[in-house]
């Protein structure tokens, strides 16, 4: 099974900082790695697909990228409403795998 | 306007069933894989099960195969979920979801707890 090894669990970043979370496959997932918010309560939020394709109606303050097998969620300048868990989602082979989540706070 | 509306959520005895429904809408049901995944309280999101568009083949993670069983109903645009020799572990939020796509959708999200 592919792993998907998450960082950091948890940020605390100001408003306007620029934000990195990564995710490291296991083994090669080309670019079948999804982006996921989730508030509070709610169902998650797909951010970015495809490693680097922004989702429809999100922001562009947020990107993604691919390195080999290590792939990162930036957000560009940190705003008021994108505090959540932030996760990773591998969607090359099954069983498919999420990273553990990334808890994002506004010091 | 895509919707993804679950149910059959509840309080079970640990070892019983219990089967979960989600009616969609807003799409052709019968052109996409569809997904579910849940989320114990407090806890991250973990894949439950996939099935591919017409039924053919379906995925599970060890956690639940053998226990668990996605089937689908195309003409009635319905997804369906059947747990069987349910267990404390299972206890959690189960979302209705077409992913892996551009276009990615979620339903509301169904208690499940097992408990006795």
């Known amino acids: 099974d592919i792993q998907m090894t998450q960082s950091p669990a948890s940020l605390s970043a100001s408003l306007e900082e620029i934000v990195t979370i990564t995710c490291q496959a296991s083994?090669?997932?080309?670019?079948?790695l999804a982006w996921y918010q989730q508030k509070p309560g709610k169902s998650p939020q797909l951010l970015i697909y495809?490693?680097?394709s922004l989702a429809d109606g999100v922001p562009s303050r947020f990107s993604g990228s691919r390195s080999g097998t290590q792939y990162s969620l930036k957000i560009s300048r940190l705003q008021v409403e994108d505090p959540g868990i932030y996760y990773c989602?591998?969607?090359?082979?099954?069983?498919?795998?999420f990273g553990s989540g990334t808890k994002l706070e506004i010091k | 306007e895509v919707q993804l509306v679950e149910s059959g959520g509840g309080l079970v005895q640990p070892g019983r069933s219990l089967k979960l429904s989600c009616v969609a809408s807003?799409?052709?049901?019968?052109?996409?894989?569809m997904t579910w995944i849940r989320q114990a309280p407090g806890k991250g999101l973990e894949w439950v099960a996939s099935?591919?568009?017409?039924?053919?083949?379906?995925y599970y993670p060890d956690s639940v195969k053998g226990r668990f069983t996605i089937s689908r109903d195309n003409a009635k645009s319905t997804l369906y979920l059947q747990m069987n020799s349910l267990r404390s572990e299972d206890t959690a939020t189960y979302y209705c979801t077409r992913i892996l796509g551009a276009q990615d959708y979620w339903g509301q999200g169904v208690m499940v707890t097992v408990s006795s």
């Open positions: 083994q090669d997932i080309g670019n079948w």
């Open positions: 989602l591998q969607g090359y082979s099954a069983p498919f795998t």
């Open positions: 495809g490693a680097t």
């Open positions: 807003g799409f052709t049901f019968n052109n996409y894989w």
């Open positions: 099935i591919t568009n017409t039924g053919g083949s379906t």
